[in-house]
Nanobody
Framework: QLQLVESGGGLVQPGGSLRLSCAAS????????IGWFRQAPGKEREGVSCVSRRRGNTYYADSVKGRFTISRDNAKNTFYLQMNNLKPEDIGVYYCATAADLWYYACSGDGPDAEKYDYWGQGTQVTVSS
């Protein structure tokens, strides 16, 4: 079964950190673009970060630059989103997703194009509150 399974969300105080994990099964992450999206209450889904193996670029939304880091561990077939200095505006459900390598613009300077991502995690809640 081809799927992505997320873990790592939770409740954290402002300024705290969380690491989200996204484990792939049924396919390898070696040749896909990886991305993280989030959806805050009452807002549209937004692209947070992505990495394109084919383009060789990494994207971060302006709101998370310098605080979030995307990475992958091919040996574990897992990718991550390290989130530091969390703020209340980071609250939302976070989704990991992958796009086939053939989609050149799945991750560009404009961010991840959600329409190009075909496998999605189940979502994990991140809450930032004191």
């Amino acid at each position: 079964q081809l799927q992505l399974v997320e873990s790592g969300g939770g409740l954290v105080q402002p300024g705290g950190s969380l690491r989200l994990s996204c484990a792939a099964s049924g396919f390898t992450l070696d040749y896909v673009t990886i991305g993280w999206f989030r959806q805050a209450p009452g807002k549209e889904r937004e692209g947070v970060s992505c990495v394109s193996r084919r383009r060789g670029n990494t994207y971060y939304a302006d709101s998370v630059k310098g605080r979030f880091t995307i990475s992958r561990d091919n040996a574990k077939n897992t990718f991550y989103l390290q989130m530091n200095n969390l703020k209340p505006e980071d609250i939302g459900v976070y989704y990991c997703a992958t796009a086939a390598d053939l989609w050149y613009y799945a991750c560009s300077g404009d961010g991840p194009d959600a329409e190009k991502y075909d496998y999605w995690g189940q979502g994990t809640q991140v809450t930032v509150s004191s």
